[in-house]
């Protein structure tokens, strides 16, 4: 930041677009996006205290879609876009403001309050239900292939105006105590977000393989409902240095959260066609610590209890998702080598899923929230690095394993114990390697593998490939070499070896990660 006494100043932006990597047949738009970022900071600095303005505008414009593709063109052509999809665009807008206010009462006393406001808006014109199509051309259906092929006709498309507003704002204070070996910190947080729904659906018919206009239907039902949310958050926590070699992390954590959905029939808003709430608070401890054995071994363990509120679609029946957590293991480090390894496992009392049109739940519901029951999340996390040298180059070398076992705990009607959860890989594995020449030209190579995973809760008991994702791995060099001391050439290259695989089937259809993409550029520091 830029400063003049007392005063302090930053204003950025960041403009960024891209064509997209994927083709729509019979259309010339391309799939790319378009955005627009700024930023401006104020700041003031006392002698005991300071005052920070934050103000963050973006803008974005994006030919994105919720279509994705049956498994047999997926492997044709994973970059192919049906031309169902061919009007598909995405336009939002987010404000944001926030302004913090720290101040220093004594050597031993800070406080920290900040008041923030968040305003978003999003219209998402997309296809509406297009992976009942594509599930049924996996199945063999002609006529459905024949349809996203654009080959055969089809009447009443419907391509809904997802059109969003949200509201967050609240205010939080936290303060800091400093008492001999204690660092106690104590806060609120008082918070409030509303989202407006109000999507009124287009319908087209395919002729021809080109989309016609035919009506537009006004929203009601689900399209047409506003969800709203009010939480308290207090907390107390202790960072103890007990001794020279042992830290101790208290941490107590109350959540109090009321929300509620009120759902229209009309456009004007004059009939209530529906409404739900719900209210939820929970008491939370937490407690950690760290033992240092010598200069080179710590122990360490923790155990906090987890909340996740339900959203606005909540009934007033139904329970928040709670969970017990625990972790312990082990850090090793000397000045040529650090291991470290963690093992994890978390105990679910009814794990819940939120559901949305971009991530149905594991029951196909695209609103509200799924319970499937209780569940357990257990494994095993792996670091090691070190870094050798050779002649004038330094040659950092990284490890990164993560496994994880994720499944149903308990029998319930919708679901049998050992079904694995939605969305968690078993495994997750990340190698690194630098080639850092004491010029300033650095070289890294990074191999990535992500392992399949369920697209529904219980894919491992369904027997069907469309109900999880594939295996992964991936490559990336990035190369970076100064020109001066305030320029830096760099070159990307991300998917060296151009695998793409089908890494989400949500919401419609199978979709690939990004193919081979070369970035060159320049930085320039001011």
């Not at 469309?466 to 490559?475: A, Q, R």
Request: with cysteine.
């Amino acid at each position: 930041m830029n400063s003049q006494g007392n005063w302090s100043w930053l204003a950025e932006t960041v403009q960024r677009e891209g064509a997209g990597f994927k083709e729509i047949d019979r259309s010339n738009r391309d799939t790319g996006f378009d955005i627009a970022d700024y930023v401006v900071k104020l700041g003031w600095q006392g002698e005991d205290q300071s005052v920070l303005l934050k103000k963050q505008y973006s803008e974005e414009t994006s030919n994105e879609t919720y279509l994705g593709l049956t498994d047999k063109d997926f492997a044709a052509n994973p970059d192919r876009r049906y031309g169902l999809s061919s009007i598909d665009q995405m336009n939002n807008n987010h404000n944001g403001t926030v302004l913090t206010h720290t101040k220093a009462w004594s050597d031993n006393i800070t406080s920290t309050a900040t008041l923030y406001r968040n305003t978003f808006s999003r219209n998402w014109y997309k296809l509406s239900g297009g992976g009942s199509i594509v599930s049924a051309a996996n199945g063999g259906d002609a006529t459905a292939q024949g349809i996203l092929d654009g080959t055969i006709d089809e009447t009443g498309l419907n391509y809904k105006h997802n059109n969003r507003a949200y509201i967050s704002e609240g205010i939080q204070l936290n303060v800091d105590l400093m008492a001999g070996a204690h660092l106690i910190s104590v806060g609120t947080r008082l918070h409030e977000d509303e989202m407006d729904h109000f999507q009124n659906q287009d319908i087209f018919d395919q002729v021809n393989g080109s989309l016609v206009y035919q009506s537009t239907t006004a929203p009601s039902g689900s399209n047409n409902r506003i969800e709203t949310a009010e939480a308290t958050s207090l907390w107390l926590t202790d960072d103890w240095q007990v001794s020279e070699q042992l830290n101790v992390n208290l941490a107590l954590r109350y959540e109090d959260v009321s929300s509620s959905r009120v759902q229209y029939s009309d456009a004007a808003r004059t009939t209530v066609d529906s409404t739900r709430s719900n209210d939820s608070d929970e008491l939370l401890p937490g407690a950690s610590f760290t033992y240092d054995i010598d200069s080179s071994w710590q122990v360490l363990a923790g155990f906090h209890q987890g909340f996740s509120p339900l959203g606005g679609g909540a009934q007033s029946t139904e329970e928040p998702e709670t969970s017990d957590n625990w972790e312990a293991g082990f850090r090793y480090q000397t000045d040529k080598v650090f291991v470290e390894a963690i093992g994890f496992y978390s105990d679910f009392s009814n794990k819940t899923e939120n559901c949305s049109l971009a991530a149905p739940c594991s029951n196909a519901a695209t609103s509200g929230s799924f319970v499937t029951g209780a569940a357990e999340i257990s494994g095993l996390e792996l670091q090691t690095g070190t870094t050798l040298t050779q002649g004038e180059f330094s040659i950092p070398l990284h490890l990164a394993y993560t496994y994880t076992q994720a499944e149903i705990s308990e029998t319930n009607a919708d679901f049998n114990s050992g079904d694995q959860l939605k969305g968690v890989p078993e495994n997750v594995l990340s190698l690194r390697a630098g080639f850092e020449h004491s010029s300033g030209w650095d070289n890294y190579a990074v191999a990535k593998y992500i392992g399949e995973s369920c697209v529904t809760t219980g894919c491992n008991t369904a027997n069907s490939a469309f109900d999880e994702t594939e295996s992964l791995v991936v490559v990336d060099l990035i190369s970076h070499y100064p020109l001066k001391d305030d320029v830096n050439l760099f070159v990307k290259a991300e998917n060296l070896f151009d695998e793409q695989k089908i890494v989400s089937r949500s919401p419609d259809g199978a979709r690939p990660n990004k193919p081979l993409t070369i970035s060159i550029g320049m930085k320039h520091e001011f």
